[in-house]
């Protein structure tokens, strides 16, 4: 059965670093998601992408994040510039138009 | 704005016995619902969904949900819990059938006990 796979599955960063999470979708879904939930907390849409182009995005999804799909296969979330609230997990999703499918997360920890 | 609201942490069942795991909502529209659930070290996987039409839907490996307008609930339930149904559930829901920016609830883990 076809899955959504994310790299790394943990990720430990420095506050003021980069860092860029990877993911794989399922090869034939058009629409692709960022989620992230802070631990004990909800799980939180940051941002939908479709036609290679942004969607939608909630209020968390500032300057300081962006996505792209660079090669056709991969889709990326980077953060220019962590802070410590940005320790969460990860998840990312894709889909058709009536479904999502999810990942397993990538945990990042910011210190 | 969205809101939904899973009451229970945690529900314990014994196996054979149904199962039933809450989930309430808040919306301004027509709703459009859906239940996750997640396996340890797995993604998040779709269950099922309701759009619109008949209040009872059924998903995969044999849930079902009923939505219910009144009572702003969309309950999941299944008639004989197995050990393999042990997992973290989620509610969620969103104001458009691309199920784009949904709003999840904070989860319910099932342990079905054997």
Known sequence: EPEVTQTPSHQVTQMGQEVILRCV?????????????????KVEFLVSFYNNEISEKSEIFDD?????????????????????????????GSGTYN????????RLTVL | AQSVAQP???????????????????????????????????????LLKYITG?????????????????????????????VSDSALYFCAVSLSTGANNLFFGTGTRLTVIP
């Open chain 1, 25 to 41: 979708p399922i090869s034939n879904h058009l629409y692709f998601y960022w989620y992230r939930q802070i631990l004990g907390q």
């Open chain 1, 99 to 106: 479904e999502q499918f999810f990942g397993p997360g990538t």
């Open chain 2, 54 to 82: 008949d209040n009872l839907v059924k998903g995969s490996y044999g849930f079902e949900a009923e939505f219910n307008k009144s009572q702003t609930s969309f309950h999941l339930k299944k008639p004989s819990a197995l």
């Open chain 1, 64 to 92: 300081q994040f962006s996505v792209e799909r660079p090669d056709g296969s991969n889709f990326t979330l980077k953060i220019r510039s962590t802070k410590l609230e940005d320790s969460a997990m990860y998840f990312c």
């Open chain 2, 8 to 46: 229970e942490d945690q529900v314990n069942v014994a196996e054979g016995n149904p199962l039933t795991v809450k989930c309430t909502y808040s919306v301004s529209g027509n709703p459009y619902l859906f239940w996750y659930v997640q396996y340890p070290n797995r993604g998040l996987q779709f």
